[in-house]
Protein backbone atom coordinates (compact mmCIF):
# COMPACT_ATOMS: atom_id res chain seq x y z
CA UNK A 1 0.00 0.00 0.00
CA UNK A 2 0.91 3.30 -0.83
CA UNK A 3 1.43 5.91 1.43
CA UNK A 4 2.50 9.92 0.96
CA UNK A 5 2.66 12.62 2.94
CA UNK A 6 3.61 16.74 1.90
CA UNK A 7 5.86 19.56 3.58
CA UNK A 8 5.15 22.63 1.39
CA UNK A 9 7.38 25.08 2.16
CA UNK A 10 6.73 28.67 0.59
CA UNK A 11 8.33 31.91 1.07
CA UNK A 12 6.50 35.32 2.12
CA UNK A 13 6.94 38.35 0.21
CA UNK A 14 7.47 40.68 3.54
CA UNK A 15 10.53 42.09 4.94
CA UNK A 16 12.47 39.66 6.96
CA UNK A 17 11.38 37.29 10.07
CA UNK A 18 13.86 38.49 12.71
CA UNK A 19 14.81 41.50 11.41
CA UNK A 20 14.13 44.78 9.34
CA UNK A 21 16.11 43.41 6.14
CA UNK A 22 14.89 43.39 2.81
CA UNK A 23 13.79 39.76 1.47
CA UNK A 24 14.83 40.73 -1.96
CA UNK A 25 17.71 38.70 -3.57
CA UNK A 26 21.05 39.94 -4.40
CA UNK A 27 23.70 39.82 -7.85
CA UNK A 28 26.39 40.83 -5.32
CA UNK A 29 27.79 40.95 -2.00
CA UNK A 30 29.87 43.24 0.10
CA UNK A 31 32.16 40.71 2.77
CA UNK A 32 32.41 37.03 3.53
CA UNK A 33 33.31 35.23 6.63
CA UNK A 34 34.29 31.23 7.17
CA UNK A 35 33.36 29.32 9.71
CA UNK A 36 32.59 25.49 10.62
CA UNK A 37 29.84 23.79 12.44
CA UNK A 38 30.23 20.59 15.03
CA UNK A 39 27.09 18.95 16.02
CA UNK A 40 25.77 19.11 19.35
CA UNK A 41 23.51 17.38 21.91
CA UNK A 42 20.14 18.58 22.39
CA UNK A 43 18.59 18.75 26.03
CA UNK A 44 18.06 15.05 25.96
CA UNK A 45 21.71 14.48 25.89
CA UNK A 46 21.75 13.05 22.13
CA UNK A 47 23.37 13.77 18.71
CA UNK A 48 21.22 13.75 16.00
CA UNK A 49 22.78 11.23 13.41
CA UNK A 50 22.42 13.87 9.59
CA UNK A 51 24.36 16.30 11.91
CA UNK A 52 26.96 13.84 12.80
CA UNK A 53 27.30 12.71 9.58
CA UNK A 54 27.62 16.59 8.49
CA UNK A 55 30.23 17.33 10.96
CA UNK A 56 32.44 14.26 9.96
CA UNK A 57 32.85 15.88 6.27
CA UNK A 58 34.42 18.38 8.04
CA UNK A 59 33.75 21.20 5.30
CA UNK A 60 34.21 25.25 5.91
CA UNK A 61 31.14 26.95 5.17
CA UNK A 62 31.43 30.63 3.53
CA UNK A 63 28.91 33.39 3.96
CA UNK A 64 27.99 36.06 1.54
CA UNK A 65 26.69 39.47 2.91
CA UNK A 66 25.08 41.58 1.07
CA UNK A 67 24.19 44.95 2.67
CA UNK A 68 20.44 45.55 1.89
CA UNK A 69 19.73 41.89 2.35
CA UNK A 70 21.41 40.93 5.56
CA UNK A 71 22.77 42.12 8.88
CA UNK A 72 24.21 40.78 12.33
CA UNK A 73 20.74 38.34 13.24
CA UNK A 74 21.90 36.37 9.67
CA UNK A 75 25.29 35.94 10.72
CA UNK A 76 24.17 35.14 14.30
CA UNK A 77 26.85 37.90 15.26
CA UNK A 78 23.28 39.58 16.78
CA UNK A 79 19.91 37.86 19.02
CA UNK A 80 17.07 37.92 16.77
CA UNK A 81 14.40 41.02 16.64
CA UNK A 82 10.84 41.04 17.21
CA UNK A 83 9.17 38.34 15.05
CA UNK A 84 7.07 40.02 11.96
CA UNK A 85 4.00 39.98 13.07
CA UNK A 86 2.83 40.59 9.15
CA UNK A 87 4.44 37.37 8.27
CA UNK A 88 2.64 35.85 11.60
CA UNK A 89 -0.71 37.34 10.36
CA UNK A 90 -0.14 35.91 6.78
CA UNK A 91 0.53 32.38 8.46
CA UNK A 92 -2.59 32.19 10.12
CA UNK A 93 -4.64 33.02 7.29
CA UNK A 94 -3.43 30.12 5.55
CA UNK A 95 -4.07 27.94 8.57
CA UNK A 96 -7.87 29.30 8.56
CA UNK A 97 -7.88 28.62 4.71
CA UNK A 98 -6.91 25.10 5.43
CA UNK A 99 -9.45 24.17 8.06
CA UNK A 100 -6.81 24.06 10.55
CA UNK A 101 -6.56 25.54 14.05
CA UNK A 102 -4.40 28.17 15.09
CA UNK A 103 -2.39 27.77 18.93
CA UNK A 104 -3.07 30.25 21.67
CA UNK A 105 0.59 30.99 21.68
CA UNK A 106 3.22 30.63 19.21
CA UNK A 107 6.36 29.33 20.61
CA UNK A 108 9.63 29.36 18.25
CA UNK A 109 11.42 25.95 18.43
CA UNK A 110 15.31 25.31 17.24
CA UNK A 111 15.99 22.91 14.69
CA UNK A 112 19.56 21.53 13.77
CA UNK A 113 20.38 22.00 10.51
CA UNK A 114 22.80 19.71 9.25
CA UNK A 115 24.28 21.23 5.87
CA UNK A 116 25.59 24.97 6.78
CA UNK A 117 22.66 26.86 6.03
CA UNK A 118 21.89 28.81 8.45
CA UNK A 119 24.57 30.71 10.14
CA UNK A 120 23.08 29.38 13.62
CA UNK A 121 23.72 25.86 12.63
CA UNK A 122 20.02 25.77 13.74
CA UNK A 123 16.72 26.99 11.47
CA UNK A 124 14.04 28.79 14.19
CA UNK A 125 10.56 27.18 13.23
CA UNK A 126 6.94 27.51 15.21
CA UNK A 127 3.82 25.93 15.09
CA UNK A 128 0.94 27.81 13.98
CA UNK A 129 -1.93 25.76 13.98
CA UNK A 130 -3.26 21.99 13.84
CA UNK A 131 -5.33 19.56 12.63
CA UNK A 132 -6.65 20.83 9.59
CA UNK A 133 -7.73 19.38 6.14
CA UNK A 134 -8.57 19.94 2.37
CA UNK A 135 -10.81 17.78 0.60
CA UNK A 136 -9.42 15.91 -2.57
CA UNK A 137 -11.67 14.17 -5.75
CA UNK A 138 -10.14 11.15 -3.79
CA UNK A 139 -11.03 11.80 -0.11
CA UNK A 140 -10.31 13.95 2.46
CA UNK A 141 -6.57 14.79 3.41
CA UNK A 142 -5.54 15.93 6.63
CA UNK A 143 -2.98 19.09 7.49
CA UNK A 144 -0.95 17.90 10.52
CA UNK A 145 0.68 21.27 10.98
CA UNK A 146 1.36 24.87 9.94
CA UNK A 147 4.36 26.25 10.74
CA UNK A 148 6.21 29.75 10.06
CA UNK A 149 10.47 29.11 10.16
CA UNK A 150 12.78 31.12 8.45
CA UNK A 151 14.24 30.39 5.29
CA UNK A 152 17.96 29.35 4.57
CA UNK A 153 20.83 30.31 3.15
CA UNK A 154 21.18 30.67 -0.73
CA UNK A 155 24.09 27.88 -2.29
CA UNK A 156 25.96 29.35 -4.76
CA UNK A 157 28.99 27.45 -5.04
CA UNK A 158 30.52 23.93 -3.55
CA UNK A 159 33.10 21.43 -3.97
CA UNK A 160 34.57 18.80 -1.63
CA UNK A 161 35.97 21.30 1.02
CA UNK A 162 33.76 24.22 1.24
CA UNK A 163 30.33 25.22 0.31
CA UNK A 164 29.81 29.00 -0.43
CA UNK A 165 26.20 30.75 1.02
CA UNK A 166 24.64 33.67 0.19
CA UNK A 167 22.79 35.53 2.99
CA UNK A 168 19.98 37.43 1.21
CA UNK A 169 18.23 33.92 1.20
CA UNK A 170 18.34 33.25 4.93
CA UNK A 171 15.88 34.43 7.40
CA UNK A 172 12.83 35.05 4.50
CA UNK A 173 9.50 34.06 6.01
CA UNK A 174 8.70 30.65 5.23
CA UNK A 175 5.47 29.11 5.68
CA UNK A 176 6.21 25.02 6.05
CA UNK A 177 2.51 22.74 5.74
CA UNK A 178 2.62 19.32 6.42
CA UNK A 179 0.12 16.99 5.25
CA UNK A 180 -1.10 13.30 7.08
CA UNK A 181 -0.02 10.23 5.03
CA UNK A 182 -3.42 10.01 3.63
CA UNK A 183 -2.66 10.36 0.04
CA UNK A 184 -3.01 6.77 -2.06
CA UNK A 185 -2.12 7.76 -5.69
CA UNK A 186 0.69 9.50 -7.62
CA UNK A 187 -2.55 11.73 -8.93
CA UNK A 188 -4.19 12.63 -5.68
CA UNK A 189 -0.94 14.09 -4.42
CA UNK A 190 -0.61 16.54 -7.72
CA UNK A 191 -4.18 17.36 -6.93
CA UNK A 192 -2.76 18.13 -3.05
CA UNK A 193 -0.15 20.10 -3.99
CA UNK A 194 -1.94 22.03 -6.37
CA UNK A 195 -4.93 22.89 -4.28
CA UNK A 196 -2.81 23.95 -0.98
CA UNK A 197 -0.49 26.33 -3.63
CA UNK A 198 -3.95 27.87 -4.51
CA UNK A 199 -4.76 28.56 -0.90
CA UNK A 200 -0.96 30.07 -0.80
CA UNK A 201 -1.74 32.44 -3.75
CA UNK A 202 -4.90 33.54 -2.55
CA UNK A 203 -3.45 35.64 0.09
CA UNK A 204 -1.71 37.75 -2.31
CA UNK A 205 1.20 37.62 -0.33
CA UNK A 206 3.56 35.06 -1.48
CA UNK A 207 6.74 35.29 -3.37
CA UNK A 208 6.48 33.87 -7.13
CA UNK A 209 8.90 32.13 -9.04
CA UNK A 210 11.36 29.17 -9.62
CA UNK A 211 12.85 28.74 -5.41
CA UNK A 212 9.83 30.45 -3.94
CA UNK A 213 8.01 27.11 -3.39
CA UNK A 214 8.96 23.76 -2.96
CA UNK A 215 7.34 20.24 -2.09
CA UNK A 216 9.16 17.59 0.31
CA UNK A 217 7.37 14.41 -0.38
CA UNK A 218 7.27 11.68 1.96
CA UNK A 219 6.71 8.25 0.79
CA UNK A 220 6.24 4.58 1.83
CA UNK A 221 5.33 1.77 0.70
CA UNK A 222 4.27 -1.76 2.72
CA UNK A 223 7.17 -3.74 3.26
CA UNK A 224 9.23 -0.72 2.85
CA UNK A 225 10.42 2.79 4.98
CA UNK A 226 9.99 6.27 5.10
CA UNK A 227 11.79 7.90 2.76
CA UNK A 228 11.76 12.18 2.43
CA UNK A 229 12.73 13.87 -1.31
CA UNK A 230 13.17 16.80 -0.97
CA UNK A 231 13.40 20.18 -3.18
CA UNK A 232 10.48 19.25 -5.68
CA UNK A 233 9.56 22.05 -7.85
CA UNK A 234 7.61 21.44 -10.57
CA UNK A 235 4.04 20.49 -9.94
CA UNK A 236 3.74 18.28 -13.03
CA UNK A 237 6.91 16.18 -11.54
CA UNK A 238 5.23 15.06 -8.62
CA UNK A 239 3.64 12.29 -9.80
CA UNK A 240 6.81 10.87 -11.72
CA UNK A 241 8.55 11.13 -8.69
CA UNK A 242 6.53 9.62 -6.44
CA UNK A 243 5.98 6.19 -8.64
CA UNK A 244 10.17 6.46 -9.40
CA UNK A 245 10.42 5.33 -5.32
CA UNK A 246 7.73 3.02 -5.48
CA UNK A 247 9.48 1.64 -8.04
CA UNK A 248 13.04 2.15 -6.26
CA UNK A 249 11.75 0.87 -2.64
CA UNK A 250 10.06 -2.66 -4.31
CA UNK A 251 13.36 -3.30 -6.19
CA UNK A 252 15.53 -2.56 -2.62
CA UNK A 253 13.18 -5.29 -1.39
CA UNK A 254 13.87 -7.56 -3.82
CA UNK A 255 17.18 -7.29 -3.27
CA UNK A 256 16.87 -7.81 0.50
CA UNK A 257 15.25 -10.84 0.07
CA UNK A 258 17.90 -11.94 -2.10
CA UNK A 259 20.72 -11.45 -0.22
CA UNK A 260 18.79 -13.10 2.65
CA UNK A 261 18.20 -16.11 0.58
CA UNK A 262 21.94 -16.38 -0.18
CA UNK A 263 22.76 -16.15 3.41
CA UNK A 264 24.25 -13.43 3.58
CA UNK A 265 24.69 -11.67 7.09
CA UNK A 266 25.54 -8.21 8.01
CA UNK A 267 28.52 -9.42 10.08
CA UNK A 268 30.15 -10.47 7.15
CA UNK A 269 30.99 -7.29 5.94
CA UNK A 270 34.50 -5.89 7.03
CA UNK A 271 34.99 -2.32 6.84
CA UNK A 272 38.64 -2.57 6.68
CA UNK A 273 39.83 -1.65 2.60
CA UNK A 274 42.95 -4.01 1.28
CA UNK A 275 45.09 -1.52 -0.33
CA UNK A 276 45.54 -2.74 -4.34
CA UNK A 277 47.51 0.32 -5.98
CA UNK A 278 50.28 -2.81 -7.02
CA UNK A 279 47.74 -4.25 -9.51
CA UNK A 280 47.70 -1.06 -11.49
CA UNK A 281 51.01 0.18 -11.65
CA UNK A 282 50.58 -0.07 -15.71
CA UNK A 283 46.92 0.57 -16.41
CA UNK A 284 45.34 2.04 -19.53
CA UNK A 285 42.48 3.86 -16.92
CA UNK A 286 43.11 7.32 -17.35
CA UNK A 287 41.52 8.39 -13.74
CA UNK A 288 43.10 5.59 -11.86
CA UNK A 289 46.86 6.07 -13.63
CA UNK A 290 46.67 10.07 -12.82
CA UNK A 291 45.61 9.47 -9.01
CA UNK A 292 48.42 7.12 -8.34
CA UNK A 293 50.73 10.19 -9.81
CA UNK A 294 49.31 12.54 -7.86
CA UNK A 295 50.35 10.10 -4.70
CA UNK A 296 46.84 8.40 -4.55
CA UNK A 297 45.91 5.00 -3.73
CA UNK A 298 43.67 2.46 -5.11
CA UNK A 299 41.94 0.56 -2.37
CA UNK A 300 39.77 -2.81 -2.73
CA UNK A 301 36.54 -4.13 -0.49
CA UNK A 302 35.08 -7.19 -0.53
CA UNK A 303 31.01 -8.30 -0.63
CA UNK A 304 30.38 -11.47 0.49
CA UNK A 305 27.20 -12.12 -1.70
CA UNK A 306 26.63 -9.38 -3.28
CA UNK A 307 27.66 -10.41 -7.02
CA UNK A 308 25.39 -9.63 -9.97
CA UNK A 309 23.15 -7.61 -7.41
CA UNK A 310 24.95 -4.01 -7.69
CA UNK A 311 24.17 -3.34 -11.62
CA UNK A 312 20.99 -3.43 -13.21
CA UNK A 313 18.63 -0.62 -14.79
CA UNK A 314 19.08 3.07 -14.74
CA UNK A 315 17.81 4.28 -11.34
CA UNK A 316 18.03 0.56 -10.04
CA UNK A 317 21.37 -0.01 -9.47
CA UNK A 318 22.72 -1.05 -5.89
CA UNK A 319 25.89 -0.07 -6.81
CA UNK A 320 25.14 3.96 -7.83
CA UNK A 321 23.14 3.60 -4.24
CA UNK A 322 26.79 2.37 -2.99
CA UNK A 323 28.24 5.71 -4.74
CA UNK A 324 26.32 8.33 -3.65
CA UNK A 325 27.06 7.49 0.01
CA UNK A 326 30.29 7.58 -0.85
CA UNK A 327 30.20 10.94 -2.55
CA UNK A 328 28.20 12.13 0.47
CA UNK A 329 30.53 11.21 3.18
CA UNK A 330 33.93 10.76 1.96
CA UNK A 331 34.18 13.48 -1.18
CA UNK A 332 35.12 11.27 -3.24
CA UNK A 333 33.61 11.38 -6.79
CA UNK A 334 32.41 7.85 -6.95
CA UNK A 335 33.38 3.95 -7.63
CA UNK A 336 33.96 1.29 -9.33
CA UNK A 337 32.10 -2.08 -8.86
CA UNK A 338 33.12 -5.49 -10.06
CA UNK A 339 29.83 -5.91 -12.04
CA UNK A 340 30.54 -3.17 -14.40
CA UNK A 341 34.20 -4.21 -14.76
CA UNK A 342 36.36 -4.76 -16.80
CA UNK A 343 35.59 -0.95 -18.21
CA UNK A 344 36.63 2.63 -18.64
CA UNK A 345 40.20 1.05 -18.65
CA UNK A 346 40.94 -1.42 -16.39
CA UNK A 347 41.40 -4.31 -17.71
CA UNK A 348 40.02 -7.93 -17.12
CA UNK A 349 43.32 -9.10 -15.81
CA UNK A 350 43.39 -6.33 -13.34
CA UNK A 351 40.32 -7.12 -12.48
CA UNK A 352 41.23 -10.58 -11.46
CA UNK A 353 44.06 -9.73 -9.87
CA UNK A 354 42.02 -7.73 -7.26
CA UNK A 355 39.85 -10.93 -6.94
CA UNK A 356 43.00 -12.62 -6.02
CA UNK A 357 44.18 -10.39 -3.68
CA UNK A 358 40.92 -9.93 -1.86
CA UNK A 359 40.02 -14.06 -2.11
CA UNK A 360 36.88 -13.26 -3.99
CA UNK A 361 34.81 -16.24 -5.06
CA UNK A 362 32.67 -16.43 -7.42
CA UNK A 363 29.31 -15.23 -4.91
CA UNK A 364 31.36 -12.49 -4.42
CA UNK A 365 31.53 -8.57 -5.47
CA UNK A 366 33.84 -5.78 -4.70
CA UNK A 367 34.35 -2.32 -5.06
CA UNK A 368 37.60 -0.38 -6.04
CA UNK A 369 37.69 2.95 -3.83
CA UNK A 370 40.62 5.46 -5.65
CA UNK A 371 41.60 8.69 -3.33
CA UNK A 372 43.59 10.45 -0.49
CA UNK A 373 44.15 7.34 2.18
CA UNK A 374 42.16 8.83 4.77
CA UNK A 375 39.00 9.83 2.73
CA UNK A 376 39.19 5.96 1.48
CA UNK A 377 38.72 4.54 4.53
CA UNK A 378 36.13 6.87 5.25
CA UNK A 379 34.23 5.72 1.62
CA UNK A 380 35.26 2.44 2.47
CA UNK A 381 33.04 2.14 5.79
CA UNK A 382 30.32 4.21 3.77
CA UNK A 383 30.40 1.44 1.03
CA UNK A 384 29.85 -1.24 4.41
CA UNK A 385 27.27 0.72 6.25
CA UNK A 386 24.83 0.80 2.67
CA UNK A 387 25.82 -2.74 2.14
CA UNK A 388 24.61 -3.96 4.98
CA UNK A 389 21.27 -1.87 5.31
CA UNK A 390 20.58 -3.59 1.56
CA UNK A 391 20.32 -6.79 3.59
CA UNK A 392 17.68 -5.50 5.65
CA UNK A 393 15.59 -3.57 3.11
CA UNK A 394 14.81 0.10 2.70
CA UNK A 395 16.66 2.71 4.79
CA UNK A 396 14.71 5.29 6.31
CA UNK A 397 16.64 8.36 4.29
CA UNK A 398 16.63 12.06 3.23
CA UNK A 399 16.90 11.86 -0.72
CA UNK A 400 17.44 14.86 -3.32
CA UNK A 401 14.91 15.18 -6.84
CA UNK A 402 16.71 15.48 -9.84
CA UNK A 403 14.78 16.71 -13.01
CA UNK A 404 14.38 13.49 -14.40
CA UNK A 405 12.08 12.31 -11.82
CA UNK A 406 14.83 10.10 -9.95
CA UNK A 407 16.32 10.74 -6.68
CA UNK A 408 19.97 10.65 -4.79
CA UNK A 409 20.97 10.43 -1.54
CA UNK A 410 21.39 13.01 0.85
CA UNK A 411 21.86 12.20 4.88
CA UNK A 412 19.83 9.66 7.37
CA UNK A 413 16.83 10.81 8.06
CA UNK A 414 16.70 12.94 10.97
CA UNK A 415 15.40 12.20 14.48
CA UNK A 416 13.89 13.87 17.56
CA UNK A 417 17.08 14.87 18.67
CA UNK A 418 17.22 17.69 16.20
CA UNK A 419 14.83 20.05 18.36
CA UNK A 420 15.15 22.08 21.42
CA UNK A 421 13.60 25.38 22.66
CA UNK A 422 14.15 29.27 21.21
CA UNK A 423 15.51 31.07 24.19
CA UNK A 424 15.51 34.30 22.62
CA UNK A 425 12.22 35.24 21.28
CA UNK A 426 8.91 35.43 23.75
CA UNK A 427 6.29 33.15 22.77
CA UNK A 428 3.61 35.62 20.33
CA UNK A 429 0.26 35.12 21.49
CA UNK A 430 -3.13 34.63 19.07
CA UNK A 431 -6.03 36.35 20.66
CA UNK A 432 -9.85 35.97 19.84
CA UNK A 433 -10.21 39.58 18.56
CA UNK A 434 -6.87 38.59 15.99
CA UNK A 435 -8.59 35.72 14.93
CA UNK A 436 -12.04 37.48 14.38
CA UNK A 437 -10.31 40.00 12.22
CA UNK A 438 -7.96 37.76 10.45
CA UNK A 439 -11.40 35.57 9.55
CA UNK A 440 -13.26 38.68 7.91
CA UNK A 441 -10.40 39.36 6.18
CA UNK A 442 -10.17 36.19 4.16
CA UNK A 443 -9.37 36.12 0.55
CA UNK A 444 -10.78 34.44 -2.12
CA UNK A 445 -10.73 31.02 -2.82
CA UNK A 446 -9.13 29.82 -6.42
CA UNK A 447 -12.70 28.57 -7.81
CA UNK A 448 -14.49 31.52 -6.19
CA UNK A 449 -12.25 34.09 -8.02
CA UNK A 450 -12.64 31.71 -11.00
CA UNK A 451 -16.57 31.86 -11.31
CA UNK A 452 -16.06 35.44 -10.26
CA UNK A 453 -13.81 36.24 -13.51
CA UNK A 454 -16.32 34.74 -15.32
CA UNK A 455 -19.47 36.24 -14.21
CA UNK A 456 -17.90 39.93 -14.06
CA UNK A 457 -15.93 39.90 -16.99
CA UNK A 458 -17.09 37.81 -19.57
CA UNK A 459 -13.96 35.61 -19.59
CA UNK A 460 -14.56 31.86 -20.56
CA UNK A 461 -13.60 29.33 -18.11
CA UNK A 462 -10.82 28.48 -19.49
CA UNK A 463 -9.61 31.89 -19.80
CA UNK A 464 -10.46 33.03 -15.97
CA UNK A 465 -8.20 29.68 -14.94
CA UNK A 466 -5.26 30.35 -16.42
CA UNK A 467 -5.73 34.30 -15.26
CA UNK A 468 -6.03 32.93 -11.42
CA UNK A 469 -3.80 30.24 -11.63
CA UNK A 470 -0.95 31.53 -13.84
CA UNK A 471 -1.03 35.23 -14.56
CA UNK A 472 -1.30 38.07 -11.77
CA UNK A 473 -5.03 38.59 -11.20
CA UNK A 474 -4.70 41.80 -8.72
CA UNK A 475 -3.03 43.24 -12.14
CA UNK A 476 -5.64 41.95 -14.29
CA UNK A 477 -8.24 43.39 -12.28
CA UNK A 478 -6.75 46.99 -11.69
CA UNK A 479 -5.77 47.19 -15.61
CA UNK A 480 -9.61 46.68 -16.44
CA UNK A 481 -10.75 48.94 -13.66
CA UNK A 482 -8.29 51.54 -15.58
CA UNK A 483 -10.81 50.81 -18.88
CA UNK A 484 -9.08 48.28 -20.75
CA UNK A 485 -10.69 45.31 -22.68
CA UNK A 486 -10.95 42.31 -19.87
CA UNK A 487 -10.29 39.53 -22.39
CA UNK A 488 -7.60 41.32 -24.31
CA UNK A 489 -5.56 41.86 -20.33
CA UNK A 490 -6.52 38.42 -20.02
CA UNK A 491 -5.09 36.92 -23.01
CA UNK A 492 -1.72 39.53 -22.63
CA UNK A 493 -1.02 37.78 -19.11
CA UNK A 494 -1.63 34.65 -19.97
CA UNK A 495 -0.87 34.30 -23.78
CA UNK A 496 1.53 37.07 -25.15
CA UNK A 497 3.70 37.26 -22.11
CA UNK A 498 4.43 33.42 -22.34
CA UNK A 499 4.91 34.02 -26.60
CA UNK A 500 7.28 36.78 -26.00
CA UNK A 501 9.28 34.95 -23.60
CA UNK A 502 9.44 31.60 -25.89
CA UNK A 503 10.74 34.09 -28.34
CA UNK A 504 13.46 35.19 -26.05
CA UNK A 505 12.44 38.24 -24.76
CA UNK A 506 13.29 39.00 -21.14
CA UNK A 507 9.66 39.53 -19.84
CA UNK A 508 11.11 40.23 -16.53
CA UNK A 509 11.34 43.67 -17.29
CA UNK A 510 7.72 43.97 -17.73
CA UNK A 511 7.31 44.92 -14.00
CA UNK A 512 3.54 45.53 -12.96
CA UNK A 513 4.19 49.11 -12.96
CA UNK A 514 5.43 49.02 -16.63
CA UNK A 515 2.51 46.93 -17.15
CA UNK A 516 -0.12 49.08 -15.91
CA UNK A 517 1.43 52.10 -17.69
CA UNK A 518 0.67 50.20 -21.25
CA UNK A 519 -2.79 49.31 -20.41
CA UNK A 520 -3.38 52.50 -19.26
CA UNK A 521 -2.81 53.70 -23.23
CA UNK A 522 -4.46 50.98 -24.07
CA UNK A 523 -7.85 52.23 -21.91
CA UNK A 524 -6.96 55.57 -24.02
CA UNK A 525 -6.94 54.37 -27.15
CA UNK A 526 -3.16 54.91 -27.70
CA UNK A 527 -2.26 51.68 -28.67
CA UNK A 528 -4.28 49.32 -30.43
CA UNK A 529 -5.19 45.46 -30.00
CA UNK A 530 -3.03 44.78 -32.67
CA UNK A 531 0.46 46.60 -31.90
CA UNK A 532 -0.07 45.77 -28.17
CA UNK A 533 2.99 42.98 -28.60
CA UNK A 534 4.85 44.69 -31.15
CA UNK A 535 4.80 47.76 -28.07
CA UNK A 536 5.45 44.73 -25.15
CA UNK A 537 8.23 43.43 -26.92
CA UNK A 538 9.87 46.97 -27.40
CA UNK A 539 9.50 47.27 -23.57
CA UNK A 540 10.89 44.31 -22.70
CA UNK A 541 14.55 46.57 -23.24
CA UNK A 542 15.46 47.70 -19.79
CA UNK A 543 16.10 51.64 -21.56
CA UNK A 544 13.00 51.55 -23.67
CA UNK A 545 10.70 54.11 -22.38
CA UNK A 546 6.85 53.57 -23.54
CA UNK A 547 6.64 57.14 -25.04
CA UNK A 548 9.60 56.55 -27.25
CA UNK A 549 7.61 52.95 -28.48
CA UNK A 550 4.38 54.94 -28.66
CA UNK A 551 5.72 57.76 -31.30
CA UNK A 552 7.73 55.15 -33.66
CA UNK A 553 4.28 53.62 -34.25
CA UNK A 554 3.31 56.97 -35.55
CA UNK A 555 0.14 57.02 -33.20
CA UNK A 556 -3.47 56.34 -33.40
CA UNK A 557 -4.86 57.34 -36.87
CA UNK A 558 -8.51 58.57 -37.28
CA UNK A 559 -11.37 57.01 -38.87
CA UNK A 560 -11.44 59.48 -41.38
CA UNK A 561 -8.04 58.68 -42.40
CA UNK A 562 -8.63 54.86 -42.64
CA UNK A 563 -11.68 55.65 -45.26
CA UNK A 564 -9.45 57.78 -46.71
CA UNK A 565 -6.80 54.55 -47.29
CA UNK A 566 -10.04 52.23 -47.66
CA UNK A 567 -10.79 54.76 -50.82
CA UNK A 568 -6.85 54.08 -52.16
CA UNK A 569 -6.65 50.65 -51.87
CA UNK A 570 -10.06 50.19 -53.02
CA UNK A 571 -8.99 51.96 -56.41
CA UNK A 572 -6.17 50.35 -56.90
CA UNK A 573 -7.70 46.69 -56.58
CA UNK A 574 -11.13 47.85 -58.86
CA UNK A 575 -11.09 44.50 -60.65
CA UNK A 576 -11.09 42.23 -57.67
CA UNK A 577 -13.37 44.17 -56.39
CA UNK A 578 -16.00 43.86 -59.06
CA UNK A 579 -15.58 40.15 -59.54
CA UNK A 580 -15.97 39.62 -55.83
CA UNK A 581 -18.04 42.15 -54.47
CA UNK A 582 -18.28 42.30 -50.82
CA UNK A 583 -16.64 39.43 -50.48
CA UNK A 584 -13.09 41.59 -51.33
CA UNK A 585 -13.04 42.45 -47.73
CA UNK A 586 -11.25 39.72 -46.59
CA UNK A 587 -8.14 40.19 -49.25
CA UNK A 588 -8.27 44.07 -48.67
CA UNK A 589 -8.21 43.75 -44.92
CA UNK A 590 -4.95 42.20 -44.93
CA UNK A 591 -3.65 44.99 -47.49
CA UNK A 592 -5.39 47.50 -45.25
CA UNK A 593 -3.80 46.11 -41.54
CA UNK A 594 -0.14 46.06 -43.20
CA UNK A 595 -0.12 49.58 -44.59
CA UNK A 596 -1.84 50.57 -41.07
CA UNK A 597 0.77 49.02 -38.97
CA UNK A 598 -1.09 48.34 -35.65
CA UNK A 599 -2.10 52.24 -35.68
CA UNK A 600 -5.84 51.09 -35.56
CA UNK A 601 -7.85 48.60 -34.20
CA UNK A 602 -9.26 45.72 -36.77
CA UNK A 603 -12.56 45.73 -35.84
CA UNK A 604 -12.68 49.85 -36.97
CA UNK A 605 -10.70 48.74 -40.14
CA UNK A 606 -12.96 46.43 -41.10
CA UNK A 607 -16.39 48.29 -40.28
CA UNK A 608 -14.92 51.23 -42.41
CA UNK A 609 -13.80 49.14 -45.11
CA UNK A 610 -17.27 47.47 -45.66
CA UNK A 611 -18.79 50.83 -45.54
CA UNK A 612 -16.34 51.81 -48.57
CA UNK A 613 -16.59 49.00 -50.46
CA UNK A 614 -20.66 49.51 -50.75
CA UNK A 615 -20.16 52.90 -51.58
CA UNK A 616 -18.17 51.77 -54.45
CA UNK A 617 -20.41 49.39 -55.77
CA UNK A 618 -23.20 51.13 -55.42
CA UNK A 619 -21.33 54.21 -57.64
Not at 549 to 567: D, F, N, T, Y
Request: glycine share 8%; hydrophobic share 40%.
Amino acid sequence: MLRVGFEIHQQLDTRKLFCNCSSELCDSYGMSVRRQLRAARSELGEVDRAALQEERRARWYEYQVPPRSACLVELDEEPPHEVNMEAVEIALQVALLLNAQPVDEIHFMRKIVVDGSNTSGFQRTAVVALDGYIDTASGRVGIATVCLEEEAARKVAENAETVTYRLDRLGIPLIEISTTPDITSPGQAREVAQKIGEVLRATGRVKRGIGTIRQDINVSIEGGARVEIKGVQELSLIPKIIEQEVKRQRWLIQVSEELKSRGVAAEELRTEAVEVSGVFTSTRSKLVAGALERGEVVAALRLPGFAGLLGGERGLRLGAELAQHVRIKSGLGGIFHSDELPAYGISREEVEKVRAVLGAGERDAFVLLVGEKSRVQVAAEAVVERARQAIYGVPEETRAALEDGTTRYMRPLPGAARMYPETDIPPVGVSPALLARLKAELPELYEQKVLRFVRSYGLSRELAEQVVRRADAELFEQAVALGAEPKLVASTLTSTLTELRRDGCDVEQLSRERLMEVFSAVAEGRITKESLPEVLQALCSPEVELEQVLEKLGGRVSEEQIAELAREVIASRAELVRERGEAAAKPLMGVMMSRLGGRAEGRVVMRVLTEELRRFLEG
